[in-house]
């Protein structure tokens, strides 16, 4: 008499090959790599193009004569007068004390707004203050107010201070943003738990040393988001700048203004002065880069 082998039981002790396959598919599945289709990469790189082909051409620019940027159809290829350019935009206006005042002004403003805003999203994120939200409010709600509006009456309190055509006129009335507070109030609220802030008061930590050695370090990839935002915002402004500064004091933007001067415009000389007053940009993007990239995959990792 022959008996048929349950096949629930009959290999109890091994694994059938259907079983065994199914148990390895999430494994291949999840070890396995993702590639992008031919028409993801060609989108990217067409992406990349696009965005840095104003660079490149401003190089291009930098690197000719008035004549070679006039012709139709454009050059695209740099040429050989690109220190000589550079020497002309230096003489002409003066490029290397405007470079040293926009890193002065510009990195005080920075400084200023990141440890302020930081200090103040902490406050209203994690502190318990009475009328906190009220404030909070009225913080935010002072960012629909225009920026045009309030430039008589800082210039008269300059003007009252005898703070004109000083570089202090452009850096104290920047030290803080509305859109840095709020900005720096909802990563802290969202990033930090109040656990761990418990913790620390529990250890006997004081405010500004929870601060300094909880706070500053998971608030580090914000910093550098607004750090960059607000340097590049600062470098290229030239509306108060042009109000409150003369051209014996200027910043890298006012004084291109007096590059290319003449009957006709140099625009060779024009490019090399805004490519000078652009590399302290990419400096500092490649700078605060790895920590803006940083912050985004430790996030990634741990959420």
């Not at 090959?17 to 396995?32: D, E, I, K, L, M």
């Not at 993801?40 to 190089?59: D, E, H, K």
């Not at 003489?91 to 103040?120: E, F, H, P, R, W």
């Not at 629909?144 to 009456?153: A, N, S, Y």
Request: charged fraction near 10%; hydrophobic fraction near 50%.
């Amino acid at each position: 008499m022959t008996v048929l082998a349950d096949p629930n039981t009959a290999h109890a002790g091994q694994p059938s090959s259907v079983t065994a396959s199914r148990r390895r598919t999430p494994r291949r599945r999840a070890g396995r790599t993702l590639h992008g289709s031919r028409l993801t990469y060609t989108f990217l790189v067409f992406a990349v193009l696009v965005s840095a082909f104003p660079f490149y051409y401003t190089i291009v620019a930098a690197s000719r004569s008035n004549a070679d940027i006039a012709k139709v159809p454009p050059t695209l290829i740099p040429g050989p007068n690109l220190l000589h350019n550079f020497q002309q935009a230096l003489d002409q206006a003066d490029i290397g004390k405007a470079l040293v005042n926009s890193l002065i002004v510009s990195g005080s403003i920075t400084v200023g707004t990141v440890l302020c805003s930081t200090l103040a999203g902490f406050a209203f994120a994690k502190l318990r203050l009475k009328g906190s939200n009220a404030l909070l409010a009225f913080t935010v709600g002072t960012m629909m107010i225009p920026p045009q509006l309030g430039v008589i009456p800082l210039f008269m309190v300059i003007a009252k201070l005898e703070w004109a055509n000083q570089l202090q006129a452009v850096i104290l009335p920047s030290l803080v943003s509305a859109f840095g507070v709020f900005f720096m109030r909802q990563y802290i609220a969202q990033s930090l738990p109040d656990e761990l802030i418990e913790a620390a008061r529990v250890d006997g930590a004081s405010t500004a040393r929870i601060f300094w050695t909880i706070v500053v370090p998971i608030a580090r990839p914000a910093m550098a988001v607004l750090g960059l935002v607000t340097f590049m915002t600062a470098w290229n402004d030239f509306f108060w700048p042009i109000i409150a500064l003369s051209s014996q004091e200027p910043t890298v933007q006012v004084a291109l203004r007096q590059l290319g001067g003449g009957y006709v415009q140099d625009q060779s000389v024009v490019m090399a002065g805004t490519l000078l007053g652009t590399l302290p940009v990419l400096v500092v993007f490649g700078l605060l880069g790895r920590q803006i990239v940083g912050g985004i995959m430790q996030g990634a990792v741990k959420g």
